[in-house]
Antibody
C-alpha cells in the first residue's frame, strides 16, 4: 500500500521560503512522477508541479519563478520550496503520486495534507 | 490556459437519487479529464480517469462520459457515503487545472 506523508512548518512568515517534504512508503520514488498540489478557499485545488521519474521538473507557469521541487531517492522523499511567500500562499499542501496508465495521467495516491499559514 | 467550469456549484439530493455533475472546458481537452471526490478534512480521492475509466475499488454506480469540451460525472444511485465535493481536472495541458467543485448535500 502506497502512503505519502507531508511534513514541515505550519507557519511561515511573509517574504520567506515555504519548505515541505513528502515521505513515500510502499513504492520507490524512482518509479513514478511525484507532485505537489495545494488547496485554498480562494483558488480551490491548484497543481504546483511535479518531478518525473527521470528527475525532470515541471511547474505551473504561474508559480514557476518561485518553485523548486526536488527528490532524494536515498530517503525516498521529495520536497517543495516556494519562495517569497505571501498571504495568498496560505493553503493546505498535498503531495501526490502522478501515474500514467492507458494514455492518461492522474493523481492516484495523496498525502493527508499539510496546512501552511503565511503570517505577516 | 484552459479553464474548467463545473455545474452546479452545489446540489441537494436524497439517497437513491441519480445525480449528474457537469464539467465544461474552455477548449477541447479530448479525453483528458479526471474526477475526484473529496470529503471534509480529507485529500481528494480519484474516481475516474480518461473520461470513463473507473479507478480500482470505486463502486460501479459512478460513471463518466463526454468528449471534447463537455463532460459528465453520474452517480446512478446516491449512497450516504457519496455526500462530498466532486472535482473535475483536465490533464491535456499545463497547468492541469481543476474545476471549482460541486458539493453534493443531503436533501
Amino acid at each position: 500500500q502506497v502512503q505519502l506523508q507531508e511534513s514541515g512548518p505550519g507557519l511561515v512568515k511573509a517574504s520567506e521560503t515555504l519548505s515541505l517534504t513528502c515521505t513515500v512508503s510502499g513504492d520507490s520514488i524512482s518509479s513514478y512522477d511525484w507532485s505537489w498540489i495545494r488547496q485554498s478557499p480562494g483558488k480551490g485545488l491548484e497543481c504546483i508541479g511535479y518531478i518525473d521519474d527521470s528527475g525532470s521538473t515541471h511547474y505551473n507557469p504561474s508559480l514557476e519563478s518561485r518553485v523548486t521541487i526536488s527528490a532524494d531517492t536515498s530517503k525516498n522523499q521529495f520536497s517543495l520550496r516556494l519562495s517569497s511567500v505571501t498571504a495568498a500562499d496560505t493553503a493546505v499542501y498535498y503531495c501526490a503520486r502522478r501515474r500514467y496508465t492507458s494514455g492518461f495521467y492522474f493523481f492516484d495516491y495523496w498525502g493527508q495534507g499539510s496546512l501552511v499559514t503565511v503570517s505577516s | 490556459d484552459i479553464q474548467m467550469t463545473q455545474s452546479p456549484p452545489s446540489l441537494s439530493a436524497s439517497v437513491g437519487d441519480r445525480v449528474t455533475i457537469t464539467c465544461r472546458a474552455s477548449q477541447t481537452i479530448r479525453s483528458y479529464i479526471n474526477w475526484y471526490q473529496q470529503k471534509p478534512g480529507k485529500a481528494p480521492k480519484l474516481l475516474i480517469y480518461g473520461v470513463s475509466s473507473l479507478q480500482s475499488g470505486v463502486p460501479s454506480r459512478f460513471s463518466g462520459s463526454g468528449s471534447g469540451t463537455d463532460f459528465t460525472l453520474t452517480i446512478a444511485s446516491l449512497q450516504p457515503e457519496d455526500f462530498a465535493t466532486y472535482y473535475c481536472q483536465q490533464t491535456y495541458s499545463a497547468p492541469w487545472p481543476f474545476g471549482q467543485g460541486t458539493k453534493v448535500e443531503i436533501k
